[in-house]
């Protein structure tokens, strides 16, 4: 089965400085790659995700790239503002069964201080 | 709130009872996941539905897990003869399958802890 592995598993940042977080998986069919969000005692929210065929993807302050090859995604946060501070999960899941069957990242918890 | 809604918060049981949670998902998506989360993990795939069919189960998910979706609408899980290891929070989510990927939105979840 597919395995995702995540780190770093904590981040600490300033306020405006850039976060990074990395994530592999393991199943060359997986193709559907989601970063959830999750604030402490509250439910993960997606936050952004990227299909196979595309290469990266921005929202605002919020990009994903991913290279297929390497088997390798990342999400990358700017200007970090306090608010972004949260456990953050990436997964993965593969065309052939349902896209919401996720395999999920260890999280990594981000802290921005003000 | 239109969100997806579950039921109880917590519970709290003794080894060996039975417990059963609820989760209403978002009125028109058709999809309806439990996953299981421990502290410092990630969320956990166990089963999903697809209207009230059960469509896929974890090997996580033993026999003494039982889930339910009658009528397509909200969906029961039932842990028999509870143990320690069960205790987590239960997430639901649902979604609206589509091509490509397929967005879901999670409940706030149900915390079992087992005496």
């Known amino acids: 089965g597919e395995n995702v592995e995540q780190h770093p598993s904590t981040l600490s940042v300033q306020e405006g400085d850039s976060a990074v977080i990395k994530c592999t998986y393991s199943?060359?069919?997986?193709?559907?790659f989601p970063w959830y969000k999750q604030e402490l005692g509250k439910r993960p929210q997606l936050i952004i995700d990227i299909r196979s065929n595309v290469g990266e993807k921005k929202d605002q302050r919020i990009a994903v790239t991913l290279n297929k090859t390497a088997k390798h995604f990342s999400l990358h946060i700017t200007e970090t503002q306090p608010e972004d501070s949260a456990v953050y999960f990436c997964a993965a899941s593969r065309r052939g069964t349902s896209y919401g069957k996720l395999t999920f990242g260890q999280g990594t918890i981000l802290t921005v201080h003000p | 709130d239109t969100g997806v809604s579950q039921n109880p918060r917590h519970k709290i049981t003794k080894r060996g009872q039975n417990v059963t949670f609820r989760c209403d998902p978002i009125s028109e998506h058709n999809r309806l996941y439990w996953y299981r989360q421990t502290l410092g993990q990630g969320p956990e795939f166990l089963t999903y539905?697809?209207?009230?069919?059960?469509?896929?189960k974890s090997r996580l998910l033993s026999d003494r897990f039982s889930a339910e979706r009658p009528k397509g609408s909200f969906s029961t899980l039932e842990i028999q003869r509870t143990e320690q290891g069960d205790s987590a929070m239960y997430l639901c989510?649902?979604?609206?399958?589509?091509?490509?990927?397929?967005?879901?939105?999670f409940g706030s979840g149900t915390q079992l802890s087992v005496l």
């Open positions: 539905f697809q209207n009230e069919a059960q469509l896929e």
């Open positions: 989510a649902s979604s609206l399958a589509r091509q490509g990927g397929e967005k879901l939105f």
């Open positions: 199943d060359s069919a997986s193709n559907y």
